[in-house]
T-cell receptor, first 116, second 109 residues
Framework: ETGVTQTPRHLVMGMTNKKSLKCEQH?????MYWYKQSAKKPLELMFV???????ENNSVPSRFSPECPNSSHLFLHLHTLQPEDSALYLC???????????????FGAGSRLTVL | GQNIDQPTEMTATEGAIVQINCTYQ??????LFWYQQHAGEAPTFLSY????GLEEKGRFSSFLSRSKGYSYLLLKELQMKDSASYLC??????????FGAGTTVTVRA
């Protein structure tokens, strides 16, 4: 496996369920990100981890809980979600959280979440 | 806050040229990126501009004017596989990117 892999690709859950999204990167990167992509809206940054430490929580509701056990894996734990949380959740990685040089983000294909 | 504007949709004919404009108003500037996203797939990196001018990469070129808060992505010799959403993103001073809503390009035969 290469690049950034996300599972599951599709998830349907009720508002009382608990589920988790998983992201794995095989690029040797040190920074990992969760973004939310809703139809016709800009990508919204949710969480950032750099060297396993959370460096950004972009005012995300507590019903979304991230976990980064090592630099290659990132999880997003979901509980008591609302229908408006239905969206594509994209994971990305980069060499580190740096504002110098290109420091390009590599994205996974996303997990399409539907909350009923 | 950050404000990044790009057209919602564009349609062009196979073999033609399309220019996707992006204007931005951000609190700082430390680079502008273009990504391509096919339906159901990951966004993939196309180009990075940090200095004014044109960056050419095969059929794709990206231009930046920092004084005008303006960039464009130029797609030449359009192919059907170029039908996708194109995302403009600005890095505003630290490492975080602010994205536009994306421009859906449809290439017709």
């Amino acid at each position: 496996e290469t690049g950034v892999t996300q599972t599951p690709r599709h998830l349907v859950m009720g508002m009382t369920n608990k589920k988790s999204l998983k992201c794995e990167q095989h690029l040797g990167h040190n920074a990992m990100y969760w973004y939310k992509q809703s139809a016709k809206k800009p990508l919204e940054l949710m969480f950032v981890y750099n060297f396993k430490e959370q460096t950004e929580n972009n005012s995300v509701p507590s019903r979304f809980s991230p976990e980064c056990p090592n630099s290659s894996h990132l999880f997003l734990h979901l509980h008591t979600l609302q229908p408006e949380d239905s969206a594509l959740y994209l994971c990305a990685s980069s060499q580190e959280t740096s504002g110098s040089g290109a420091n390009v983000l590599t994205f996974g294909a996303g997990s399409r979440l539907t909350v009923l | 806050g950050q404000n990044i504007d790009q057209p919602t949709e564009m349609t062009a004919t196979e073999g033609a040229i399309v220019q996707i404009n992006c204007t931005y108003q951000t609190s700082g500037f430390n680079g502008l990126f273009w990504y391509q996203q096919h339906a159901g797939e990951a966004p993939t990196f196309l180009s990075y501009n940090v200095l004014d001018g044109l960056e050419e990469k095969g059929r794709f070129s990206s231009f930046l004017s920092r004084s005008k808060g303006y960039s464009y992505l130029l797609l030449k010799e359009l192919q059907m596989k170029d039908s996708a959403s194109y995302l403009c993103a600005v890095r505003d001073g630290d490492y975080k990117l602010s994205f536009g809503a994306g421009t859906t390009v449809t290439v017709r035969a």
